[in-house]
């Protein structure tokens, strides 16, 4: 079947614009996490989503950044005024549902801000 | 703070050759360990998971892994190494009662050499 998919696979934007990533998760997954993944930093987890209740927003790194998930389903994250720190590639990952079930991560997009 | 310690940033080994990549973790809880790896240019896939039971994992690709609980490690093993194993190997962790968020490594990059 399809797995998770993201997009665009790449993004190059100027410092303080505003640009915002897609994910789909794998059907009938209900948990959905981002991360990121740079140079620096390593592999960071950003936000999780499970079903209906309130997403895990601990790791995302300032106001600049947000997330939501529509309909149980698609996710977006968005991030604000973009700076050259915010290059990185940004995973997505679904899994079906309970917190030590598989996550299937998607290619990712690689986000350069120039 | 949860933390996991990836020693070894290469590994260059030659085809056929055994190999070990290290992997320790410091949690003052209980946790579930994984083992992702990255081909290049491609998105992360799970090699195996340890979450109870037998402290031997066999995963894919003939990998294997122990958990030692006295001292806090789950190193990565495959008796015989391919071309096609180079990539990149990414140890995780869970704290129990968690989110689901994983806790990445900093990775250990595989060199086989012909």
């Known amino acids: 079947g399809a797995g998770v998919s993201q997009s665009p696979s790449n993004k190059v934007t100027e410092k303080g614009k505003d640009v915002e990533l897609r994910c789909d998760p794998i059907?009938?997954?209900?948990?959905l996490y981002w991360y990121r993944q740079s140079l620096g930093q390593g592999l960071e987890f950003l936000i999780y989503?499970?079903?209906?209740?309130?997403?895990?927003k601990s790791g995302l790194p300032s106001d600049r950044f947000s997330a939501e998930r529509t309909g149980g389903s698609v996710s977006t994250l968005t991030i604000q005024r973009t700076q050259q720190e915010d290059s990185a590639v940004y995973l997505c990952?679904?899994?079906?549902?309970?917190?030590?079930?598989?996550?299937?991560f998607g290619p990712g997009t690689r986000l350069t801000v120039l | 703070a949860q933390s996991v310690t990836q020693l070894d940033s290469q590994v260059p080994v030659f085809e056929e050759a055994p190999v070990e990549l290290r992997c320790n973790y410091s949690s003052s809880v209980s946790v579930y360990l994984f083992w992702y790896v990255q081909y290049p240019n491609q998105g992360l896939q799970l090699l195996l998971k340890?979450?109870?039971?037998?402290?031997l994992v066999k995963g894919i690709n003939g990998f294997e892994a122990e958990f030692n609980k006295s001292q806090t490690s789950f190193h990565l093993r495959k008796p015989s190494v391919h071309i096609s194993d180079t990539a990149e190997y990414f140890c995780?962790?869970?704290?129990?009662?968690?989110?689901?968020?994983?806790?990445f490594g900093q990775g250990t990059t595989l060199q086989v050499k012909p």
């Open positions: 995780a962790v869970i704290r129990s009662g968690n989110t689901g968020k994983l806790i």
């Open positions: 989503f499970q079903g209906n209740s309130a997403p895990d």
């Open positions: 990952a679904s899994s079906p549902g309970t917190f030590t079930d598989t996550q299937y």
């Open positions: 340890y979450l109870s039971g037998s402290t």
């Open positions: 059907s009938g997954h209900t948990a």
